[in-house]
């Protein structure tokens, strides 16, 4: 069941669209870095076009000052977890308005199918302590490192360590994830998201390195998974920058996971800066069933079952 006074996005809602853009949080690093505000855009093609995998909500404010809540977030696969991709204002988060709008979005989410509701946020700032209270914990900690952009200085030859992902990497791509990704971020992620094609590292008929790219308007977005054990750390490193500025004039960022701290040395040696740090936090979903509506004649069926919606909460681990 929907939140009290929490609805879809329509036509009417266009000016508080207009006004909150600049005023809320980007609570998906990747989208922030590559995209920023720009991210609402999708949500007039949520209007028009049922079935997106963005997903956007509106919970009115009141005459009690109450601002007028936005809140939008993306799942890219059906079996995958929710982002949390923006909510605005950010004040929202400490009125009635703003939490009924998380609510709201986390049952959204877990009618498409979303068993987790995964959001990325500065544990230093206000947001974080109102996350924590609505239900969101801490599963996974991450360094966002940025450089400038520095056409042409990434050695082509290097780019020959990369090739694109096939779908026959796919078994050793879990492999290699199985033994990077601890257990705990492994029950909350699916991995890399199968709706785009990355790039893969094969040493000696082993897989040994893997990376996301999302370009955008406002920068370029590398997530790597690289074995502790590749020797070749530096003509690799290089090869990734190749790949991912490809005669870019945005800037690069690289996104490093805490279990994959040791990529630091490298980045810092390829002219990179920490330019923010965050927890990864998680909000668990119940599983929502709908059973398929159907006729009941009452004398061959004298217990009907409920067609009504069934929220089932999963245990913990």
Excluded at 265 to 270: A, D, I, M, W
Aim: net charge neutral; with cysteine; aromatic share 6%.
């Amino acid at each position: 069941m929907a939140e009290p006074g929490v609805r879809p996005l329509d036509w009417l809602d266009l000016p508080a669209l207009h006004r909150v853009r600049a005023l809320g949080l980007c609570l998906h690093a990747e989208v922030a870095f590559t995209r920023g505000p720009q991210t609402l855009q999708t949500a007039l093609l949520d209007m028009l076009t049922p079935g997106r995998p963005t997903h956007t909500l509106v919970a009115p404010g009141s005459n009690g000052g109450e601002p007028t809540a936005i809140g939008q977030i993306l799942q890219r696969e059906p079996s995958g977890p929710a982002r949390l991709v923006f909510l605005g204002p950010a004040e929202a988060l400490t009125h009635a308005s703003g939490l009924r709008l998380l609510d709201a979005l986390s049952q959204a989410a877990a009618l498409r199918g979303a068993r987790n509701l995964i959001a990325d946020v500065d544990e230093h700032s206000p947001a974080f302590e109102c996350l924590r209270l609505a239900g969101f914990a801490i599963y996974a900690r991450q360094r966002i490192w940025r450089r400038e952009p520095q056409v042409g200085t990434s050695p082509r030859a290097a780019a020959s360590l990369w090739r694109p992902e096939l779908s026959s990497d796919g078994p050793a791509l879990q492999s290699l994830l199985a033994n990077l990704v601890p257990g705990l971020v492994q029950q909350v992620e699916t991995g890399p998201s199968r709706a785009r094609r990355g790039f893969v590292y094969w040493d000696e008929d082993e897989l040994r390195g893997y990376l996301e790219v999302e370009r955008g308007p406002l920068g370029i977005w590398l997530q790597p998974y690289v074995h502790p054990a590749v020797e070749t750390i530096e003509p690799l490193f290089a090869g990734m920058l190749h790949e991912g500025e490809n005669r870019s004039t945005r800037p690069m960022y690289v996104c490093v996971r805490s279990y994959q701290g040791w990529m630091s040395g490298p980045l810092t040696r390829f002219g990179f800066e920490v330019c923010d740090d965050q927890a990864v936090m998680v909000r668990r979903l119940a599983a929502v069933e709908r059973a398929a509506d159907r006729v009941v004649h009452p004398a061959l069926e004298p217990h009907p079952e409920p067609t009504a919606p069934i929220a089932r909460a999963e245990s913990k681990q």
